[in-house]
């Protein structure tokens, strides 16, 4: 029979390694504790070189893109596709692009004093199509997490085997085992040869 069982979780150390051994791996699966003692690595890094000007902003930028194989990988080990990661980008992005073109416009139109109907009603409008856009995307982020949270799927799926649950070998009493046990004498160990009585030698 065939049997799955849990590996232990990985430790700090364990985990790094994991993850820089495969730093631009997008296909496979990465379990939990993999994931996050690495995401825990990148946020305290972050934290540590925001103060430094320029060279913080490159080395959070670099750690930040080698975050997105592990984000796919993990999404894998719960069966889900990578591209849960690729929309919650890509909204960010335009979120991020569509309110600099807005603020852009308003403030051009608050310095040339164009005061209108039309444009309190822009003002309006873009106001509102941002904060539902923000409650969109904490809606969505907060499904994520969660998606992140989830064990490993036991199985194999379709982008690879478990990285936690591996088959264990267990192996079943055969017929033939049994009725060699059961031939033995009583009081004898099997395996054993029984000692003649020592007047039989004599």
Not at 78 to 89: C, D, E, P
Not at 92 to 101: I, L, M, P, S, W
Not at 129 to 136: K, Q, S, T
Request: proline share 4%; charged share 15%.
């Amino acid at each position: 029979m065939k049997e799955l069982t849990a590996l232990p979780q990985l430790e700090f150390d364990e985990a790094i390694s994991a993850a820089w051994k495969k730093l631009a791996q997008f296909n496979g699966r990465s379990r939990r504790s993999e994931y996050w003692w690495t995401k825990l690595a990148v946020v305290v890094l972050n934290l540590v070189f925001m103060w430094m000007p320029l060279f913080g902003f490159v080395i959070n930028a670099m750690l930040n893109l080698a975050l997105i194989p592990i984000e796919f990988r993990r999404l894998h080990d719960t069966g889900r596709s990578g591209w849960w990661y690729g929309v919650n980008l890509i909204g960010a992005f335009v979120y991020a692009v569509t309110y600099v073109v807005l603020m852009g416009f308003a403030i051009w139109q608050s310095e040339n004093y164009v005061h209108t109907s039309s444009y309190d009603a822009f003002s309006i409008n873009a106001s509102i199509w941002l904060i539902l856009g923000l409650l969109i995307g904490i809606i969505y982020n907060i499904v994520y997490i969660v998606l992140l949270c989830q064990d490993s799927q036991e199985e194999e799926n379709k982008y690879g085997p478990s990285p936690k649950y591996v088959e264990k070998d267990t192996e079943e009493e055969t017929p033939e085992a049994q009725s060699v046990q059961g031939a033995a004498s009583p009081g004898i160990k099997t395996g054993t040869i029984p000692q003649e009585p020592i007047c039989n030698k004599i």
